[in-house]
């Protein structure tokens, strides 16, 4: 028995066809990925910068404890199978998506009040036992808020997938993917106004000397900014993720028609569906792809805005704002390369393309802080955002590609948990990498130079990786798989 002996539903009757998902709607479920990105802002932008330029908190601490976020992420693929099998009121997405809004956004605001008491420590007692404990408990927190991002963002990643064909769906990524942009300059241009204040900033912060405590900001005055921005923007996060996926999942997706198992959910589990994701050795070879891209996409996330204040002496609020020239860029990559280049070149060669481009990317970045030329920083994060933009279509398209109907949750789990661990990863080694610099250079922006050194040749590698992907293999793969599950014979 193969594949195509399976018949394509166990319903005796014809299914009714399901309308074309339009484009307003595809505009909707965009403000969920705004809100992402409006709460990505908020914690590897603003947490990140108060740690260590405003509580001298030490940067491999701060980046540790924000990655936790991530290195809960092989939840995601459980989340993903979850949702595939276990329907909340009859909906396999919607119900996750909603229930994981509720948790992350609760919980960013709770981060930022332990965050308070880890500074406060700092100042009164140095680094002790206390201080140590506040730093851990803050890595429990962001733990705790990575399973809620993966709870709602896996299952509506799914949905993405249930809710489009192959004809629509590269606009759809372009549209939803580029109102992730619009939510990190939106959040960026908001917070910058709302956390202008002049502690340490321009000359200060060139002289500042984190090991000397008695320059910590003032807490209680930073606090009275920096938390009603915690307050209004995850309520408005919030209202967002339900506005983008209310009635979505009921109108427009194709889960039921496209999967052999909607009548069986209970025959395909977690250890079934992970024996279809793992039968082609195109699995390790995509899961590693995506590692390795995302690693070296993201690293400079914990260095930028202490790059812009150490370096280039700017303040707070200009810091934050380099987000919207990095998100401006990626916006309009992603937007043009949707509609215009993916259909042209095609899903691998457009990711080749923006790989290349953002290795030149960090030589201006690198030039811009041996030149001290804000502008010159300025513009190539603009164009790093061009090229993060269209590596962000192309291999988007391509992980939504390499997915079965059946187990769709399950696959972007995987292709989710592999981001994700290269997020925590390049979190961390941000920070790390950093500490090394500053430990062999007296000059810091040779130490900053050295992670964007590292991020352009783990691009390099990353192409290498891309260029031994076949989709037309993995396919052929997963579907003898998934024909084997539904026969019962595939050995565990």
């Known amino acids: 028995m193969t594949i195509n002996d399976i018949p394509e539903t166990f319903d005796p009757k014809p299914l009714k066809p399901l309308p074309k998902i339009k484009l307003l709607t595809m505009f909707r479920l965009g403000l969920f990925q705004m809100g992402l990105g409006i709460m990505s802002l908020l914690t590897l932008g603003v947490i990140n910068r108060i740690m260590i330029d405003e509580l001298t908190v030490l940067p491999w ?31 396999h997405r919607t119900g996750y998506v909603w229930i994981g809004a509720i948790l992350f956004t609760s919980l960013a605001f709770v981060a930022l009040q332990v965050v308070w008491q880890l500074g ?83 000359q200060a912060i060139l002289s500042y000397d984190p090991t000397d405590t008695a320059k910590i900001a003032n807490i209680p005055t930073l606090q009275a900014t920096v938390d009603p921005v915690f307050i209004i923007m995850p309520v408005v996060v919030l209202v967002m993720c339900f506005l983008a996926t209310w009635g979505v999942e009921s109108r427009y997706s194709r889960f039921g028609m496209r999967s052999q198992t909607v009548q069986r959910e209970d025959q395909i589990g977690l250890k079934d569906a992970l024996n279809v994701l793992t039968a082609s050795r195109q699995t390790g070879l995509f899961f590693s792809f995506i590692l390795i891209l995302t690693l070296s996409l993201f690293m400079q996330d914990t260095v930028m805005e202490p790059y812009g204040g150490e370096v280039f002496g700017m303040c707070i609020s200009e810091t934050t704002q380099l987000n919207a020239f990095f998100g401006t860029g990626t916006l309009f990559g992603i937007a043009s390369t949707g509609f215009l280049v993916v259909p042209r070149l095609g899903k691998q060669r457009t990711t080749k393309l923006g790989c290349i481009l953002a290795v030149g990317c960090f030589v201006l970045i690198v030039l811009a802080g041996a030149t001290a030329s804000q502008s010159l920083l300025k513009s190539g994060l603009l164009f790093f955002g061009l090229a993060s933009g269209m590596i962000t279509a192309g ?54 130079a050295l992670v964007f050194v590292i991020q352009g040749l783990g691009m390099i590698l990353a192409i290498w990786l891309l260029g031994k992907v076949n989709i037309q293999e993995f396919r052929d793969n997963a579907k003898s798989a998934l024909s084997m599950v539904m026969e019962g014979d595939l050995d565990g």
């Open 61 to 91: 601490i701060a980046a540790t404890a924000i990655a936790m976020y991530q290195f809960v992420s092989p939840a995601r693929v459980w989340f993903g199978q979850l949702s595939d099998t276990k329907p909340i009121k009859g909906y």
């Open 120 to 202: 406060s420590s700092i100042q009164a007692n140095g680094w002790n036992w206390i201080s140590y404990g506040w730093a851990i408990f803050l890595g429990v927190i962001f733990g705790g808020y990575g399973l809620a991002l993966s709870m709602s963002s896996t299952p509506f990643a799914a949905m993405l997938v249930d809710v489009s064909d192959d004809d629509n769906r590269s606009q759809l990524i372009g549209i939803v993917w580029s109102m992730l942009m619009v939510g990190i300059v939106v959040g960026a241009i908001v917070s910058s106004q709302l956390l202008n204040t002049p502690e340490i900033c321009g």
């Open 395 to 448: 291999a988007t398209s391509l992980m939504l590609d390499l997915t079965v109907a059946e187990t769709a949750g399950t696959f972007i789990g995987a292709w989710g948990l592999a981001q994700a661990i290269a997020r925590g990863l390049s979190t961390v080694l941000g920070g790390v990498v950093l500490n090394f610099g500053k430990l062999i250079f007296t000059v810091p922006v040779l130490s900053y």
